[in-house]
């Protein structure tokens, strides 16, 4: 597939953009203890939007990878999860806040260090929901991608490094949508160093759905999300 826009997120970097359905958007790491934490809307009506406790109990699973699907709190399929390098995407451990950021890694102000300065995914994610209409109200539970967290049966989270170094992840969007993106620290990742990996973001064309796609018969209930969006769509298509 070409890409049809690319564009790299330095450490500490946001950015958000409405990506139509039918995309393909691949997230790229270029070193070691990458995290990029996502929040995913539907384009047109964001109050439906991904909804991690649907997703994560219709697939029977703590964790993301590929054949996964993003479901909306509508019972739709958002997006889809096509290839994966990196085999475990953490949904539960939210993102950093200014707080704990500066006990982390010191007290830095943009007034100090200019562009320099030490972000975190709080208030990232809330800039670039301010720039889409939106709030702080709207932020949910993000997906951390290239950070594992194991949740052990006495409901232990613990977080697990692993290499993330020129592996990547590709996204395919079933529906129309607002994606706002954090390259952020991971709030349980216990270095004391704030991650210097940047992540290349790739846009391109995917290839159509079919019945036999992984995703599709991942489990019964991704199909039924899937046929609820096909169903949506279908509503909207005019006579020609």
């Avoid at 995290?35 to 939007?49: G, I, K, Q, T």
């Avoid at 649907?54 to 509508?74: E, S």
């Avoid at 100090?112 to 809330?126: F, V």
């Amino acid at each position: 597939m070409t890409a049809l826009f690319t564009m790299t997120m330095q450490p500490g970097s946001k950015w958000s953009a409405h990506v139509g359905r039918g995309k393909s958007i691949t997230l790229k790491a270029t070193g070691d203890g990458a995290n990029v934490s996502a929040l995913f809307f539907h384009a047109h009506d964001p109050a439906e939007r991904y909804n991690m406790p649907d997703t994560l109990k219709a697939q029977h699973t703590a964790f993301l990878t590929r054949g996964n699907i993003l479901m909306t709190d509508q019972g739709q399929a958002l997006a889809s999860i096509t290839e994966d390098s990196v085999g475990w995407h953490d949904p539960l451990s939210g993102y950093t806040t200014r707080e704990g950021t500066d006990e982390k890694y010191g007290k830095t102000t943009y007034q100090d260090q200019r562009n320099d300065w030490l972000r975190s995914g709080e208030e990232n994610l809330k800039v670039e929901l301010f720039r889409n209409n939106l709030s702080p109200r709207d932020i949910g539970v993000p997906v951390n991608f290239f950070s594992k967290v194991v949740c052990e049966l006495d409901g232990t989270m613990n977080y697990s490094l692993q290499e993330t170094a020129e592996r990547s992840v590709t996204i395919r969007t079933e529906m129309d949508m607002l994606l706002v993106l954090s390259n952020t620290p991971h709030p349980l990742d216990p270095s004391a160093q704030y991650p210097d990996a940047s992540i290349v973001v790739s846009v391109a064309d995917a290839e159509p759905v079919s019945d036999i796609d992984p995703c599709v018969l991942h489990c019964a209930e991704n199909r039924r999300a899937f046929e609820n969006t096909w169903n949506a769509y279908a509503l909207l298509k005019g006579a020609n």
